[in-house]
């Protein structure tokens, strides 16, 4: 997990040529005015998934673990959102069966901890961390950069 300033995202440019590219192309798109919903930024290799969303308690927001691609979760308005993590090799209540097909997996588990995104700031997601995210009040736009690792 990293959590970070977007205007330090040069910094993690080593970690993946998609990393880099996946933030060079959120560079070139007004997110404030970008319709809801998935928006192909390189195929599927490199998409965005935009979202006006609720935010949750802590005990409604699950931990949820991908195995394909990598998130990249920027927030783009609202006061702030909080994240749970936990070490996906430490999960041990899978709520259901992976779904292969959204390459996604939700968990019981409790978070190890928490950390709260304000707008202009974002969260670098691998597959071994397991997040619960939409954590706090009110409402949000987000963008989530999904990069296939």
């Known amino acids: 997990m990293i959590f970070?300033?977007?205007k330090n995202s040069a910094a993690y440019y080593a970690l993946s040529p998609?990393?880099?590219?996946a933030f060079e192309l959120y560079?070139?798109?007004?997110?404030?005015?970008?319709?809801?919903?998935?928006?192909?930024?390189d195929g599927r290799t490199i998409?965005?998934?935009?979202?006006?969303?609720?935010l949750k308690t802590k005990e409604e927001a699950k931990l949820e673990v991908h195995d394909?691609?990598?998130d990249i979760q920027i927030l783009v308005s609202g006061a702030e959102e909080a994240f749970g993590w936990a070490d996906r090799s430490t999960l041990t209540a899978p709520k259901d069966a992976f779904n292969a097909e959204k390459d996604i997996?939700?968990?019981d588990d409790a978070p190890q901890t928490y950390y709260t995104l304000r707008p202009g700031q974002f969260t670098i997601?691998?597959?071994?961390?397991a997040h619960a995210p939409l954590v706090g009040e009110?409402?949000?736009?987000?963008?989530i950069l999904k990069v296939l690792k």
Do not use: C
């Open 47 to 54: 998409f965005a998934n935009v979202q006006e969303r609720g």
């Open 105 to 107: 997996q939700f968990f």
């Open 18 to 21: 998609r990393i880099q590219q």
């Open 68 to 70: 394909k691609y990598i």
């Open 27 to 41: 560079a070139t798109v007004d997110w404030t005015k970008a319709e809801p919903g998935v928006h192909e930024l």
């Open 125 to 129: 997601l691998l597959p071994e961390d």
């Open 4 to 6: 970070d300033s977007l």
């Open 138 to 143: 009110g409402m949000i736009r987000k963008v």
